[in-house]
């Protein structure tokens, strides 16, 4: 049975100080109900002391971003094994907001989720198309490029530690959040691809996550279909009131 994996992304928010007291308010005594598991990624200086926050909790830690190599002159990067000696269990990858603010490629997406899964950690792979992109009818190929690309040449091994996000760009951030059916239509379509590629016993354990202005009014009717199993959730994430209505939809 796939689990219901819910990450809360910070994105850039938060200091050490606001993390902390987040984290003591919002894990201390939480029973996260048995099959889903509960992430929150903050910014790369809080990973530390929320680790120490969080330990004993049910809530596990994802980093926002890696870099491919494991250590070297990479000034301002972070390494795979860095992240887990910070208490990271999972880490995005190719978040939209990396893909358009700072140029990642499908091709740096395949060297960073290789060397996540090297180390030990569970990738976050993401993916989705612009507003032009659907407009255009241009949604599976372009998934299907992304995965191709972002997956090449990882082992059906390691395949299975890894998880994808379908993340449409004209949802993240606007409020505009793409219909259950919608959103099914591409899950569906990811885990066709990687049955194609892996078997099907491998893609019926894949965990596909959701994410676009999940919202505690909208995560019920998204995980209800078939193919979602669970929700990257931005702005909502950032009160603690409205992530903890997410995660008991
Ligand atoms: C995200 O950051 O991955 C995201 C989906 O943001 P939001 O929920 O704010 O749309």
Redesign the pocket.
Known sequence: MRRALIIG?W?MHKTVAQAVEYARGFAAGMTVMAGREVVIAPPFTALHALSAALKDTDVSLCAQDVHWEQEGAYTGEISAPMLLDAGCRYVLIG?SERRKWFGESNEDVNRKAKAALKAGLFPVVCVGETLDEREAEQTFSIIRRQLKEGLNNISADDIRRAIVAY?PVW????GKTATPGQAEEVHDFIRQFIARIYGTDIAAGICILY????NPDNAESLMTQKDIDGL?????SLDPESFRKIIHY
């Open positions: 992304n994105k978040h993340e949802a993240i951030g606007t994410g676009g202005s999940v990257l959730v931005g702005g909502a």
